[in-house]
């Protein structure tokens, strides 16, 4: 088994915005009017490209998610990136990380795309499920102080629509629906991996290691990634009695490779301190607004702030960024050996953003990055023969129509229409008079 | 009327329907409930006093404020009502003067809308609740807290800096962040209610309306379409005072709102 499994994440952010000091905010009251769509449509496809150009590369997958009124990640609509990139692409797996559930009115709306996803692809969707950050609540006008309770209400009720034959009803406490019977129902049995991207909330955390889901964690220091990964493995083990797989773990860390680790450093600093600057530009009134956190959870959260010493995203050096762990930076020997330690140290079994777009990089240097990951990092972490899990596993779906026929013949119910004699036909077969007996029935013409 | 009287107030505990409540309650005569607003929600302020020297001054503190976050049955103002309703049962408070300030004068005229016969005069200080499209309440819950301490004190913040203690402060910080969650409950989807107008102009008990003049939270327009929609309502603007008004001038804001109530009669309310 492929010790690492790796992902390309992209933000798709719009880098030409004024500076930090410049801006409030690069959310909510960053205004559109610096977006020009000129701009925007030529970074849509080098981004695009770059994740297309990924399955070529031999990565596992990519990673796409759902941000709004940002410059920060232009994505506000995940689903249709994944359906461009199912099109575009034939093997790898495809992870939106993820829907947030409780800006949707009707979740069911997720579980519908999710499903034609699953269906269009082949069964290679991951289904990632987010609450949405504090100020998507502020975009959206939806209260935040019942986003954990819709969150996860939303979370079952879109599992059991894809799980359940239906007609069935729900009647949650915020949900509240007569008929759920999704069409189509997803490929992936019993459905589509679900994600838990999340920060090193506890609750996120212990949430995923109850239900066996994998749990993404988003740019931290190596620090707390530590103690969010060993409470993943503490809990499954202690209150839920199984020991998790490593791939029930991934680590968004940005990594940047080049050919020796000063060119590694000279090519990424700048667009690695615009990220963490200017990217991550947001006010804690914005990250965190009221109701977002209940005053327990946030004093919590201040206090580990404090007694790690944790400085702001934007306060740190380059430097600290590095040394930190928060990015990985070097040559391939470097990042094989931080992945190494990454693999020993927290027992994950996946990384994402492993080579590829920040913040303000040039497609020709995320290309670069990409290629030399695929040739000189990624085969370290894999099976000799260097195959992606996908190109080890049986894909999901026939890829063939004569593999389809061979595997599950004809589907089981056939298409009848009553004729205005009482009679049924196959509609299928109507046409041949042999199979369909007395019709076709003559034409007037004929007659 | 003075400002400079030591707190004089007791908190009683109750239990109504399985909530323990706290209500303040000080002072003598006739009976003046005060709801408080998305401001001071917990602060027992000299305003209050000032109110006590003339008054039964009752004064609950809404669910959730104390606790650091909103109960998870109280999903709108009408659970309030019913709330506050059993709360003054439980303290045999039959008949009295209500008055709201900001949020609370959205609760108290729901109160009256719905309980007519418990209020004899409705006094809304600075209210928020109704759609004035043309000068929307201001966007506080999101906002820069700097920005938001100077629109409560019209520009002058003064010695008020510390109203939203910054994250360092993590105590204060997190005690002003678990009162606006509760905030977030009531108004971050609702900021007006549609339905309010109708409500007001079914209201026949004496009202009274009390307006700063440079209010940059809810500007005094709100508080003159009130006026325009309660039948009975007079209007006292008061000048060089904000949002902020209980606090940048208790004793002159207690005034006027003692004034109107005395001069409501105190028998039983029609």
């Known amino acids: ?447 | 009327m003075t400002s400079n009287t030591a707190p004089t107030q007791t908190d009683i505990q109750l239990d109504v329907q399985g909530w323990p409540s706290t209500v303040r309650r000080s002072g003598s005569g006739r009976t003046v409930v005060f709801f408080h607003g998305a401001f001071f929600p917990t602060r027992w302020l000299p305003f209050h006093d000032d109110l006590a020297a003339r008054f039964d001054m009752v004064a609950p503190v809404t669910p959730g404020y104390l606790e650091g976050g909103p109960p998870a049955w109280m999903l709108g103002f009408d659970d309030l009502v019913l709330h506050h309703r059993a709360l003054l049962d439980a303290l045999d408070v039959e008949q009295f003067d209500l008055v709201g300030y900001d949020i609370g004068g959205w609760m108290a005229a729901n109160f009256a809308s719905f309980y007519p016969d418990r209020v004899r005069s409705l006094t809304a200080i600075a209210p928020m609740g109704l759609r004035v499209p043309e000068a929307p309440a201001m966007e506080w819950m999101a906002a820069d807290p700097q920005r938001v301490v100077e629109a409560l004190f019209n520009g002058d913040a003064g010695d008020h800096a510390d109203l939203f203690p910054p994250p360092s402060d993590i105590g204060g910080f997190v005690g002003a962040y678990g009162e606006n969650g509760v905030t977030a409950r009531l108004i971050w989807e609702r900021r007006y209610d549609t339905r309010l107008d109708r409500r007001l102009s079914n209201i026949r008990v004496p009202a009274h309306l009390v307006s700063p003049d440079d209010d940059r939270i809810i500007p005094a327009v709100h508080s003159d379409r009130w006026a325009e929609i309660l039948p009975t309502a007079t209007l006292t603007r008061l000048s060089g005072v904000g949002h902020a008004l209980l606090v940048q001038e208790p004793a002159r804001v207690a005034q006027v709102v003692a004034d109107f109530i005395e001069s409501v009669p105190s028998g039983v309310a029609s």
């Not at chain 1, 004024?18 to 925007?40: C, F, H, K, R």
């Not at chain 1, 949430?207 to 889901?213: C, P, V």
Request: aromatic content about 10%; hydrophobic content about 35%; some cysteine.
């Open chain 1, 1 to 447: 088994m492929n010790r690492l499994e790796f992902y390309l994440f992209h933000l798709m952010p719009y880098p030409y915005i004024p500076a930090a000091e410049d801006m409030e905010s690069i959310w909510i009251t960053l205004s559109n009017g610096y977006y020009d769509p000129q701009v925007g449509h030529r970074l849509y496809h080098e981004y695009l490209d770059q994740m297309v150009l990924a399955e070529k590369l031999g990565y596992d997958g990519v990673l796409v998610n759902e941000h709004h009124q940002t410059a920060y990640a232009v994505q506000p609509a995940p689903n249709l990136w994944a359906a461009y990139l199912a099109a575009k692409t034939q093997h790898m797996k495809i992870g939106v990380v993820g829907n947030a559930l409780p800006l949707h009115r009707n979740p069911l709306r997720v579980a519908e795309e999710i499903a034609m996803l699953d269906v269009l692809s082949g069964g290679r969707i991951i289904s990632g499920h987010v609450r949405a950050m504090g100020a998507e609540y502020v975009s959206a006008g939806s209260d935040p102080t019942l986003s954990k309770d819709r969150f996860w209400e939303a979370n079952d009720l879109i599992e059991k629509a894809w799980t359940e034959d239906g007609p069935f009803q729900w009647h949650g406490e915020h949900y509240d629906l007569e008929y759920v019977n999704v069409w189509p129902k997803p490929v992936q049995k019993p459905h589509p991996p679900i994600w838990l991207p999340g920060s090193t909330s506890v609750e996120t955390i212990d949430n995923a290691a109850k239900r066996r889901y994998p749990f993404m964690l988003t740019p931290t220091s190596n620090w707390l990634s530590k103690s969010a990964f060993a409470r993943y493995y503490q809990v499954a083990e202690e209150q839920f009695g199984y020991t998790p797989h490593p791939r029930q773990l991934g680590r968004l860390c940005h990594t940047h490779v080049a050919e020796t680790d000063e060119q590694a450093h000279r090519e990424a600093r700048a667009h690695i301190l615009w990220f963490f600057r200017n990217a991550l530009k947001i006010p804690g009134f914005h990250m965190m607004p009221a109701g977002y956190n209940t005053r327990d959870s946030m004093q919590k959260t201040l206090e580990g702030k404090v007694r790690a010493g944790a400085k702001g995203f934007g306060e740190l050096t380059y430097e600290e960024l590095v040394e930190g762990g928060y990015v990985i930076v070097g040559s391939p020997q470097t990042v094989i050996e931080k992945y190494e330690q990454l693999i020993e140290d927290f027992k994950i079994g996946m990384v994402m953003s492993a080579g590829g777009h920040l913040g303000t990089m040039p497609h020709w240097m995320v290309q670069k990055n990409m290629y030399l990951m695929a040739e000189e990092v990624i085969p370290h972490f894999r099976d000799p023969g260097g195959k992606p899990t996908w190109a080890q596993q049986e894909p999901n779906v026939p890829q063939t129509l004569s593999e389809y026929s061979a595997r599950y013949g004809k589907p089981k119910l056939q298409p009848k229409v009553r004729l205005d004699s009482g009679e049924h036909i196959e509609t299928i077969t109507a046409h041949v008079p042999e199979l369909s007996g007395t019709w076709p029935v003559p034409t007037p013409a004929d007659t």
